[in-house]
C-alpha cells in the first residue's frame, strides 16, 4: 500500500446559519486554506497521529479504537478510523501527519478539514471507494459520536464537495450538494473575512438551546421539522405559536431559508453583486430574532458596511468567530482597515482579515 497525502478545505458558510438541523438549506463554499494529512500505511494495526500546529502532541493508539480512548486534537483523527470501521470498511493501521494553514476555532471549520483530509487519504490507501456525500456523513459520525461535538453535516458537505468558483447547495433534509457557480473575480468582487477572534464562552449552551427551541416549536407546530412549513407564509406560521421566543426563532429559521434560496437564483442568473443585501438582512435576522450575535461581530459588521461593504454578515454559529463581508476588490483593504480602526476604537482585541475566493473540495495525492 502506497503512501497517500489526503487534503481537504476549510469552509465559510456564505449564507443559511442554523438551518441545517432544521432540515433546511444552507451555502457554503471551500477555502483555499487547507489541511494536509500524510497517511503511511502500518502492517502492525498501530495509528500515530502528529501535526504541526502549537501544542498538537503525538498519539498513538490502535485502528480499532473505540469513543473514549483519545482525547484532544487527535480525537478528531481517531473518530474517523472508528468511523469507518462502523461503517464496515477495513482500513489499515498508519502514521498520519497533519499539516494544516486553516485557522483553528475561527469558525472556518478545521476540524471538518482535518477529519475528511484523514478519510480521504484512509479511502484510497485502503481502496475503498466511497462517494463524498459517504465520506462527509463518515467524518460528521466521528465528530458527533467520537469527539463528541453535535454538529450538522455541513462543515463536511462543504469541504466534501467545494469546488472552484462554486458554492455547495446543502440541503440537510435531502442530504445532498449541488454545485452553484459564484464567480467573485468576474463581476469583480471579494469576499472579505474578518476574524474577530471573540469566542462566547456559553456557546455550547446556546447552541443546544437554540436547538430545543426549534424542536419544541415544530412539535407545536405539528411538524417533525421546521422546513416542513417553508411554502407557508411566515406570518402566518409564527401567528400560530404563543411564546414570543419561539416565535422570532422560528421566524429567523423560516426567513433565512428563504434568503438561501433567493441567493441561489441570483447566483444561477449571475447576479453576484444583487445577494449583497440578503448578507446584511441575514445578519440583521441572527442578531435580533435568532440572538447569537455578539458585540464585536456587531461591530465588524456595522463598520464593513461603513467602509463601502456591499452586504456583510456573521457566518457560522454565533457568538463571535468570522463576519464575512462582499466587496468591490478594490474596496476591500479599506473595508478590512474600517473594521480594524472600529475595533480599536472599541478596545477590542484586532481582527484578522483576509480576502478569500471558493476553493476546490478534498482529493489525494500518492506520494512516488
Ligand atoms: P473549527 O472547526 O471552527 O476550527 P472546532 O472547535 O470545531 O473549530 O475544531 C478545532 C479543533 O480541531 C482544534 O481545537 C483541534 O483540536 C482540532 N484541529 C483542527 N485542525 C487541526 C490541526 N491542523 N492540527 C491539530 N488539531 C487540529
Ligand atoms: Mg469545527
Known sequence: MNTVTGSAPGRVNLIGEHTDYNGGVALPLALPHRTRARVQPRADGVVTASSSAPGSSTVTFDRATQPGDVDGWAAYVAGVFWSLRESGHEVPGADVVVDSDVPRGAGLSSSAALECAVLVALDRVAGLGLDRTGMALIAQRAENDYVGAPTGAMDQMAAMHGGDGQVVLFDARAVSAQPIPCDLDAAGLALLIIDTRAAHSHADGEYGARRASCE??????????????????????????????????????????????????????????????????????????????????????????QAGALGARMTGGGFGGSVIALVDRERSDAVAEGARTAFERNGFTEPHTFVVVPAVGAGVQEDQ
Open 216 to 305: 419544541e416549536a415544530a412539535a407545536q407546530l405539528g411538524v417533525s421539522t421546521l422546513r416542513a412549513l417553508q411554502e407557508q407564509q411566515v406570518d402566518a406560521v409564527v401567528d400560530r405559536l404563543g411564546d414570543d421566543v419561539l416565535r422570532r426563532r422560528v421566524r429567523h429559521i423560516l426567513t433565512e431559508n428563504a434568503r438561501v434560496l433567493r441567493t441561489v437564483d441570483l447566483l444561477r442568473a449571475g447576479k453576484v453583486p444583487d445577494i449583497a443585501p440578503l448578507l446584511t438582512e441575514s445578519h440583521a435576522s441572527m442578531r435580533d430574532d435568532y440572538e447569537i450575535s455578539a458585540p464585536e461581530v456587531d461591530v465588524a459588521v456595522e463598520a464593513a458596511m
